[in-house]
């Protein structure tokens, strides 16, 4: 399956800015780009570094005052296995790989430890399997209202539960607070998303489930096989799509997402494994 992805972003600087962007797309065996472009208006120095031990591939560039325009765009390939979900079981903490404990403990977004209860009288009594994780989903897509513009980029998954309205980015926030109320590690996913409407950056969460990474999506708004990865975290904080040092306005964003591939992505049953 082939994409099509980039973005293309626009900004008024009032002074000198630093910014660090997180829009490459992921490289590795599920996910391969095969061509990527980058313009950047005015031309200003810039330099790619691959965080560690995530491997987000972020870009750095210092502009002076003014305008600033970013193009990014990309041709990618996934490479995407499907699992019986049947069987597919939560592993306990004690079992756990060391490299995942990390995504179990609450984050500034994901206040796991004050979801607790919530999370044991809602899915406690439930299978500790991938079918929980479902479970969670279907909780968050049933009770939280997906309205553009009711957040801002400091609320958190406790708040949401109170408000019970949020965008793609507190769906998934909510998504990983749960799953780390039950003991289950789960990490934020930043990407381009295929037939998403209007056109934007999108957020999903990942569950790590027997000996791998699954990936969940509670706002179906798009089909898991049209996800192309940028970044991987804790939680936004760690995969905002640009970090700002400076005083810069945010003029315009544009984000596509065409198939090139004959084979149009669709909803699938399958459990989606991830990186």
């Not at 403990?105 to 044991?120: F, G, M, T, V, W």
């Amino acid at each position: 399956m082939k994409f099509q992805v980039g973005c293309q972003l626009k900004y008024d600087l009032a002074t000198p800015c630093t910014f660090i962007f997180n829009i490459s797309a992921f490289n590795n065996g599920s996910q391969q780009v095969f061509e990527e472009h980058l313009q950047i208006e005015p031309a200003v120095n810039s330099e790619e570094y691959v965080s560690s031990p995530l491997k987000n591939r972020l870009l750095r560039l210092t502009a002076p005052q003014g305008k600033l325009e970013v193009n990014y765009q990309a041709t990618v390939a996934l490479y995407l296995e499907e699992d019986n979900p049947n069987t597919i079981p939560e592993i306990p903490p004690d079992k756990l790989p060391l490299r995942v404990l990390n995504y179990v403990y609450p984050s500034r977004y994901c206040e796991s430890d004050r979801l607790i209860n919530l999370a044991n009288k809602e899915f406690g009594h439930l299978l500790p399997d991938y079918s929980r994780v479902t479970a969670i989903c279907n909780w968050i897509y049933d009770n939280i209202t997906y309205l553009s513009g009711s957040t801002d980029s400091q609320t958190s998954a406790y708040e949401i539960v109170t408000q019970r309205t949020g965008v793609c980015r507190d769906f998934a926030h909510l998504g990983i607070a749960f799953c780390r109320a039950l003991n289950i590690p789960a990490r934020f996913v930043s990407g381009y998303a295929y037939s998403l409407e209007p056109p934007d950056f999108h957020a999903a969460f990942e569950a790590y489930l027997g000996s791998r990474w699954y990936l969940f999506d509670a706002t179906r708004l798009i089909p898991r096989k049209g996800f192309v990865r940028i970044g991987t975290g804790r939680d936004a904080a760690d995969v905002s799509f640009a970090m700002i040092f400076g005083s810069a306005q945010l003029d315009s964003m544009k984000v596509s997402v065409d198939c090139l591939s004959e084979e149009i992505p669709q909803t699938t049953v399958g459990a989606i494994t991830s990186l």
